[in-house]
């Protein structure tokens, strides 16, 4: 049961820099404007997989969570969660950080868009058994054809 909830790590953050970019695009000027709820919107979507990482790596599960049948496999281990869970730890620093320490300038709200897109999208690169063999695969079976070996 709560292996299906895995895909969540990695889409919390992308779902939500999806909905702020979107909205940022429809009413710039409006969001430019609300800097702080923003921000505070992507802290939370961040936190909330941080808080599904941790009771998965709590509960010690472990195994195969297919993404909604596409062919592309989260592989969930403790070393993913715990790297993970250190990622996420990163991320959620540099995000409160900034919303401390940074101005409230023309690309505060993109700042905040593209870290919670990188946040989601290296998430799914530690779960990512099949994903990242897909990447690297058609390369290495090119360079066997072509005869270069290392």
Not at 37 to 54: A, D, G, M, Q
Not at 57 to 70: K, V
Not at 113 to 129: A, K, N, R
């Amino acid at each position: 049961m709560l292996l299906n909830l895995t895909w969540l790590i990695p889409g919390l953050p992308i779902i939500a820099s999806i909905f702020i970019a979107v909205l940022l695009l429809s009413f710039s000027k409006t969001i430019n404007r609300l800097t702080k709820p923003v921000s505070y919107f992507l802290i939370t979507s961040l936190v909330f997989s941080e808080i599904i990482n941790f009771i998965l790596l709590n509960q010690n599960i472990s195994g195969y969570d297919p993404l909604f049948g596409s062919g592309i496999e989260l592989v969930v281990d403790t070393p993913a969660l715990i790297i993970a869970e250190l990622i996420g730890f990163i991320f959620l620093l540099i995000m409160i950080f900034s919303v401390a320490r940074l101005k409230r300038r023309s690309g505060y709200i993109r700042y905040f868009v593209v870290l919670g897109f990188l946040s989601g999208f290296i998430y799914l690169f530690t779960f990512s058994g099949s994903l990242f063999h897909n990447f690297y695969d058609p390369l290495l079976s090119s360079l066997d054809k072509t005869g270069i070996s290392f």
